[in-house]
């Protein structure tokens, strides 16, 4: 049974930090290709980072500007988004994709409500 659970969320000050897991079981993680996406209230779901399967390529969205960084443990099963100097506009939930050609599982998200 294919699992993608994301977890880490939660409220912080503008300026703090969170990190983000997505833990994923029922398939080979290590061939798929893994994306964080959010989704601001009133607004369409964006893609924030991806990664490719084995860790070497990232992209991320033009605004984070380097303060998210992806990373991803296959031998864990995990993908990781390291979010630092959170700003109000971040607040969303934050969803993880798995892809891999024409299979794609997404998680339920992850809450992320940042004060100003």
């Known amino acids: 049974q294919v699992q993608v659970v994301e977890s880490g969320g939660g409220l912080v000050q503008s300026g703090g930090s969170l990190r983000l897991s997505c833990a994923a079981s029922?398939?080979?993680?290590?061939?798929?290709?893994m994306t964080w996406y959010r989704q601001a209230p009133g607004k369409e779901r964006e893609l924030v980072a991806s990664i490719s399967t084995g860790g070497g390529t990232t992209t991320y969205k033009d605004s984070i500007e380097g303060r998210f960084t992806i990373s991803r443990d296959n031998a864990k099963n995990t993908v990781y988004l390291q979010m630092n100097n959170l700003r109000p506009e971040d607040t969303a939930v934050y969803y993880c994709?798995?892809?891999?050609?024409?299979?794609?599982?997404w998680g339920q998200g992850t809450r992320v409500t940042v004060s100003s």
């Open positions: 029922g398939f080979i993680f290590s061939t798929y290709a």
């Open positions: 994709k798995a892809k891999r050609g024409l299979y794609e599982y």
